[in-house]
């Protein structure tokens, strides 16, 4: 069985928690994912065998500024390239392909598996990508939406427009070359008419729409690994400090948003886990208050941490929810606003309401997450966050099910 993903640590992560539990019910599974450094060593350290495909993703992030089109056609051009050889190549064999990531990658992969005669599953991490009544689309790069219509049908069929005229003529000429006729509609393609959700029903419900989604529950991969000396030095030195952390986010300012947070943290004379990320974040002076961490095992740190300030990751919200810490979202873009939006509804957290805080504002937020309700809530709804998710997914792939 082969997996195949293009993306960041939160395209990567849960693909490697499928894995795992598949390698446990006895599956043969390997998996197509970025050549960067970390990715090897998660899928080394989970035994699963990895195939490189395309570029290393950390660069790219940090060198794509935000929302720009600029070389967007050829790094779509590469991925879908990459799906009919390298993905191709590693499929042969297999009697599934499972594919998640940008939708070059997936549209390929569709194809891959379609010319191979094999099962095809579209899975998702969060719900924004999937065409829905209840929401909007996200935006594509360089390809704004219609503007002054607020009909989310209507927005819809402009984004399967968009996705055509960006990347149908390359997924076409690929298939052509293979013997595949042409699709019209290569976003509903990609996705099909039953993809699979890795996300938490009780975080993020599905609503009723035309697609029969499979919500599965999040893609959780267990991770037994110890914490780093320093760090548990640092949290038996005192109280739970407050962790903050933006992932795989570039840089931008939020070097000004660490300092923020650290200067609201102190105020209330608390201490500050400061995590580096892709964007190299520092804490702000070397006051022993204050710790810098590199990747670690979260799952067994925010059991520890008083709160978890964060960009609003699939991830980082459902493992902070499952720790039953109470959150404060800082959004910085992509799917990150409606999980900040899902943290607030479920009242186990705080959505601020800018990118940027202000020691005013993260200080009242964090009031807010700190409160004993909050932090009674937050307990009650980490019972009710499915930790099987994985294992779900793992038996509808054996069972031919889904």
Do not use: K
Not at 40 to 51: I, K, R, S
């Amino acid at each position: 069985m082969l997996l195949s993903t293009y993306g960041s640590r939160g395209s990567v992560e849960p693909m490697a928690g499928l894995a795992v539990r598949l390698r446990e019910f006895g599956a043969d599974v390997w998996m197509c994912a970025p050549p960067d450094e970390e990715f090897g060593t998660l899928l080394a350290g989970a035994g699963v065998p990895m195939v490189p495909v395309g570029q290393p993703v950390r660069p790219l992030v940090a060198s794509v500024r935000p929302g720009s089109a600029v070389g967007l056609a050829r790094r779509a051009a590469d991925l879908i390239t990459a799906q009919f050889t390298t993905v191709a190549a590693a499929a042969e064999g297999c009697d599934a392909l499972v594919a998640t990531g940008p939708l070059p990658v997936t549209a390929g992969a569709r194809s891959v598996a379609e010319r191979l005669g094999i099962r095809y599953v579209h899975a998702s991490h969060q719900p924004v990508i999937l065409p829905s009544p209840h929401q909007p689309p996200p935006a594509r790069r360089g390809r704004p939406l219609p503007p002054g219509v607020s009909d989310n049908r209507a927005l819809w069929d402009a984004d399967a427009r968009n996705a055509n005229d960006m990347f149908g003529a390359e997924v076409n000429a690929h298939r052509t070359a293979i013997g595949l006729p042409p699709v019209d509609d290569v976003r509903d393609y990609a996705f099909t008419a039953r993809p699979w959700l890795a996300t938490d029903p009780a975080l993020s419900p599905w609503p009723s729409t035309d697609l029969d989604v499979v919500q599965t529950g999040a893609w959780i991969r267990p991770d037994a690994r110890p914490l780093p000396p320093a760090l548990e030095a640092f949290l038996g030195a005192g109280e739970p400090p407050v962790y903050v952390g933006f992932g795989s986010m570039p840089p931008g300012g939020l070097q000004d948003v660490v300092r923020v947070a650290v200067e609201a943290v102190r105020a209330r004379g608390m201490r500050t886990i400061v995590s580096r990320g892709w964007a190299d974040l520092v804490p702000v002076d070397d006051r022993d208050d204050c710790l810098s961490v590199g990747e670690v095992n979260h799952q067994e740190l925010f059991a520890r941490v008083a709160a978890v300030v964060h960009h609003g990751s699939a991830g980082t919200t459902t493992t902070a929810a499952l720790a039953g810490v109470p959150q404060v979202v800082v959004a910085q873009g992509a799917d990150q606003p409606y999980w900040a939006e899902r943290v607030g509804a479920a009242g186990i957290g705080v959505a601020h309401d800018i990118p940027m805080p202000t020691v005013e504002s993260l200080s009242a937020a964090l009031d807010t997450a700190l409160a004993p309700g909050t932090r009674a809530r937050v307990a009650a709804v980490a019972g009710t966050v499915r930790t099987d998710g994985a294992a779900v997914a793992a038996r509808l792939l054996l069972d031919g099910a889904g």
